[in-house]
């Protein structure tokens, strides 16, 4: 195992050291608790609140000793499906079509759109956002208040939704339209976005559920697709946009769950305040260390991985992931989208892997 590189603690974000969560896949929850991953379970409120009542029943009966399922006993207005990895409803406000299925995520169809103006007031107006909106006026006119938030993805992953594989032909062929395109999807998010914040007080949440174990509520920008364009396209057409939030949207995250997280480095060094990285399995966590000392670090681990590990190479892969990030409390971990096939002992043992890190860095930090 990687020793780990204690510092004094330090985190704007955290309240200890590493804190850890997990996601299931809708398939999970299908099989374990009958979930149907309709349109009413995302939009009808009624259907809202039961729902996110018996997948927190669920992860209390399974997992209660590692801390989740805390909510099990009350009925919330959550607006958004937190417990999943589900990004689709920008997409749908600016004219993608939205499948459902029993045992999957929402799916967003690609538009295919020639076009590429991006009309903000349209997005605000458009049937998606009003179902959306009915959502939670009903719940506030029953609870008093709301809570959660919903997915809403990124700029790029938003445009690639709109426009499809052309849109890397674009880059080259239509560079002033697609930049004019992207700031029209950064509008549509920003208004997006502040609603939620203002109505919950959150707005990432459903981006990854390890957000609720910090103090502060993170502003994290999804970068899903940049792991398919070049570091050159991400400075001349995005990173602008990541600087911006980073100044306006206090603490600022970037969400990146592809392999490769490291070959930005030198690029998210420039962001003034990155105070939040989760990054994909597979990420050079020490390279992203040297060119981002004073981020939290999110390290996902692979969901795939996970079912064919053992107990002890679980634990082994966590010690040495955390030993690379040099600093427990600017180091969370989680997994994402574990389906079926995963038995729960090897989901309890990323919890005591975490655990036994996090007592001997409270330990070593008060001798």
């Known amino acids: 195992m990687v020793a780990i590189v204690l510092t004094k603690p330090k985190s704007p974000l955290g309240k200890g050291p590493l804190p850890v969560d997990v996601v299931f896949h809708?398939?999970?929850?299908?099989?374990?608790?009958?979930?149907?991953?309709?349109?009413?379970?995302?939009?009808h409120p009624a259907?809202?609140?039961?729902?996110?009542?018996?997948?927190?029943?669920?992860?209390?009966?399974?997992?209660?000793?590692?801390?989740?399922?805390?909510?099990?006993?009350?009925?919330?207005?959550?607006?958004?499906?937190?417990h999943l990895a589900a990004g689709y409803i920008v997409s749908e406000m600016l004219g993608c079509e939205v499948s459902y299925a029993a045992d999957a995520a929402p799916q967003v169809h690609c538009a295919q759109r020639e076009e590429l103006s991006i009309d903000p007031d349209e997005a605000s107006?458009?049937?998606?956002?009003?179902?959306?909106?009915?959502?939670?006026?009903?719940?506030?006119?029953?609870?008093?208040?709301?809570?959660?938030?919903?997915n809403w993805g990124g700029?790029?992953?938003?445009?690639?939704?709109?426009?499809?594989?052309?849109?890397?032909?674009?880059?080259?062929?239509?560079?002033?339209?697609?930049?004019?395109?992207?700031?029209?999807?950064?509008?549509?998010?920003?208004?997006?976005?502040?609603?939620i914040e203002a109505a919950t007080g959150t707005s990432s949440i459903s981006v990854n559920r390890n957000l609720v174990n910090l103090d502060a509520a993170v502003f994290l920008h999804s970068e899903c697709s940049h792991t398919m364009i070049s570091v050159a396209d991400y400075e001349d057409y995005l990173l602008g946009y990541d600087i911006a939030w980073s100044g306006s949207h206090r603490p600022f995250g970037i969400h990146f769950c592809g392999k490769d997280p490291h070959r930005f480095a030198d690029s998210f060094a420039k962001i003034p305040r990155l105070d939040f990285l989760d990054l994909g399995w597979g990420g050079d966590v020490a390279a992203l260390r040297k060119s981002l000392p004073d981020t939290?670090?999110?390290?996902?681990?692979?969901?795939?991985?996970?079912?064919?590990?053992?107990?002890?190479?679980?634990?082994?892969?966590?010690?040495?992931?955390?030993?690379?990030?040099?600093?427990?409390w600017l180091t969370g971990?989680?997994?994402?989208?574990?389906?079926?096939?995963?038995?729960?002992?090897?989901?309890?043992?990323?919890?005591?892997?975490?655990?036994?890190?996090?007592?001997?860095?409270?330990?070593?930090?008060?001798?």
């Open 47 to 82: 259907k809202r609140v039961e729902s996110e009542r018996l997948m927190e029943q669920v992860l209390h009966e399974r997992f209660g000793d590692c801390g989740l399922g805390g909510d099990h006993e009350s009925d919330r207005p959550v607006i958004g499906a937190v």
């Open 155 to 195: 700029i790029l992953n938003t445009a690639i939704d709109l426009r499809g594989q052309e849109l890397f032909l674009d880059m080259t062929d239509r560079p002033g339209e697609l930049k004019t395109c992207f700031s029209g999807i950064a509008s549509v998010i920003e208004a997006f976005t502040r609603r």
């Open 26 to 43: 809708p398939s999970w929850w299908h099989r374990a608790a009958g979930i149907i991953f309709d349109e009413d379970f995302f939009y």
């Open 333 to 367: 971990l989680c997994c994402i989208n574990m389906d079926e096939k995963v038995p729960d002992e090897k989901v309890r043992a990323i919890f005591q892997a975490v655990f036994e890190l996090r007592q001997r860095a409270w330990r070593d930090s008060a001798a």
């Open 125 to 150: 107006s458009s049937p998606a956002w009003k179902r959306f909106e009915n959502l939670a006026d009903s719940l506030k006119k029953r609870f008093g208040y709301l809570s959660g938030d919903i």
């Open 296 to 328: 939290f670090f999110n390290i996902r681990l692979d969901p795939v991985q996970i079912g064919a590990w053992s107990t002890d190479e679980i634990a082994r892969t966590i010690g040495t992931l955390v030993g690379e990030s040099a600093n427990p």
